[in-house]
């Protein structure tokens, strides 16, 4: 669903705007009240069975994007419960990440099997001959399938020559790959936060809206407002994600608009993150360790802990490109609040992963952070340019956005120092490919390789934060990587610098 623009998008964006435009105002957060009736206006649902509804679900939206948790609908309390503790120029995260509003779900069905009107009636009854558990009859000439005999083998579609047979799976747990969503007794879809990795591809995928994540925009434009440094540091996927027209020059002028001091790329910290992981590679497979995984997403790197413990080990032990970039802005301004901007849901959780410090003090989605321009109402091409976007990154880091983009720069890397090296390489996108590709590693398939796991089916730029569709993003990318003057990160000038930052 990214790159379409739909109701769902649009109800995002109305949120993240009223949440920015009250936190610009520098009103009581006690306005929050107000904004239900702001995002959903007038007395006629657009959308749902009653405007109430409507505005109740905006509600938490709205809570969400504070940070704050979605409410039980069998006590009574304001939308602004706890806001005290979320309405400060400070990181405010209240787990989990992921949240299902439960009266926004759906209650789609479940891994069904349904005969539609195109069925014909044929002769050849294909579907009926194929079925292993004689669930399938003939009902006033259509095809009948009986859901208590269906064992859900699939061979009935599989047989219709009409494809008149369509296989009903709930969108948000076909794209799970942790096989973390459930449902309650009402049918509504769950979350199992103890398997979730907060990838946010059950986000994008829900047709209903229902499912959010949590933000900090509040706490961004309060400590903008409160007077501190705050730089944004943006990830290689911010490439005409906010339009194409909208130049990097015409960017760094809108972010400064905001009230952003420094726009920096997160590329560099890539070069250097694809530095330290061809070095991790030539020093220890497979010498030390039988394969070495990337280290880059983070939601991979959670799935891997969790489901493979045992080979959590070969995961690189160098930071992200992130945290590299976050690290040297605060080395030069240690008092600066540092804001990461990227496509990635799961980057909030690893900005406050307690066995590292990350040095990032927010993290916006580019969703998110298209809110504050529609709240601060820029007009980008009014706006002169800005070529102020400091330490621009190698074609190879600002590749890190794309799949196999990681692995390919470290490959590089690892040529260009050592040319006769054959490097063994296999990539995964998507947590159910990614889980079949560390089977095999466990298994001992992929002994003196280099893996890298992307969580998102085609890489950063598919995440749970975009607004360009995967085709579109991927474009985007590959302008950005032709305009760079430096190709390998070798040639970096910030590549030798992992040891003084870690």
């Known amino acids: 669903m990214r790159g379409i623009p739909s109701l769902i998008t649009d109800i995002r964006k109305k949120v993240f705007t009223e949440v920015a435009r009250l936190a610009y105002s520098g009103q009581d957060y006690t306005m929050a009240e107000d904004l239900p009736f702001v995002i959903v206006p007038g007395d006629q649902p657009l959308h749902r069975e009653s405007i109430f509804l409507e505005r109740a679900i905006a509600g938490e939206r709205v809570r969400l994007a504070m940070g704050l948790s979605v409410r039980s609908v069998q006590t009574r309390s304001l939308i602004t419960e706890g806001m005290d503790h979320a309405a ?57 399938i009986d859901s208590s005999k269906c064992i859900r083998c699939g061979k009935c579609a599989a047989a219709c020559s009409y494809h008149a047979i369509i296989h009903l799976e709930r969108p948000c747990q076909a794209a799970c790959g942790m096989d973390a969503i459930g449902m309650d007794e009402h049918g509504r879809a769950t979350i199992n936060q103890e398997k979730c990795v907060s990838c946010g591809q059950c986000l994008v995928s829900c047709p209903f809206g229902a499912i959010v994540d949590k933000g900090q925009i509040y706490q961004v434009v309060r400590s903008i407002m409160n007077g501190d440094k705050v730089i944004a540091i943006m990830a290689p996927a911010f490439v005409r994600q906010f339009g194409k027209d909208v130049t990097v020059p015409k960017l760094v002028a809108g972010l400064k608009k905001l009230g952003f001091a420094h726009v920096v790329e997160v590329a560099i910290g890539a070069d250097i993150c694809a530095v330290e992981e061809a070095r991790d590679f030539v020093e220890n497979v497979p010498e030390h360790q039988s394969f070495m995984a990337t280290s880059c997403c983070p939601a991979w790197h959670a799935m891997v802990h969790k489901l493979f413990p045992a080979q959590a080990k070969n995961i690189s032990m160098t930071l992200t490109p992130m945290v590299y970039t ?167 000038e910030f590549s030798g610098m992992a040891e003084e930052l870690t």
């Open 88 to 144: 400060i120029a400070q990181q405010y995260y209240e787990p989990p990440l992921i949240n299902i509003i439960p009266y926004a779900c759906h209650a789609c069905p479940t891994n069904q099997y349904r005969v539609t009107e195109s069925c014909q009636n044929c002769l050849a009854a294909s579907c009926q001959q194929v079925c292993p558990r004689d669930a399938i009859s003939f009902v006033n000439g259509k095809s009948r």
């Open 326 to 492: 976050a690290r040297m802005v605060k080395k030069e301004e240690p008092d600066a609040k540092i804001v990461f901007v990227g496509p990635c849901a799961a980057k909030k959780l690893e900005a406050i992963r307690e066995n590292i410090r990350s040095d990032v003090d927010f993290v916006l989605t580019f969703e998110e952070l298209q809110g504050m321009f529609e709240a601060k109402e820029i007009d980008f091409a009014a706006l002169e340019d800005d070529p102020d976007i400091r330490n621009a990154g190698t074609a190879a880091g600002r590749g890190f956005a794309v799949a196999g983009g990681v692995a390919q720069a470290v490959v590089d890397i690892i040529h260009e120092q050592h040319p006769d090296m054959e490097i063994k390489v296999a990539n995964a996108e998507g947590l159910r490919d990614c889980r079949k590709m560390m089977t095999m590693a466990k298994a001992g398939k992929y002994n003196g390789y280099l893996l890298e796991g992307m969580a998102c089916p085609g890489g950063c730029i598919a995440g749970a934060g975009t607004m360009l569709s995967l085709d579109q993003a991927a474009k985007a990318v590959e302008f950005a990587q032709k305009a760079s003057s430096k190709k390998n990160p070798l040639e970096s």
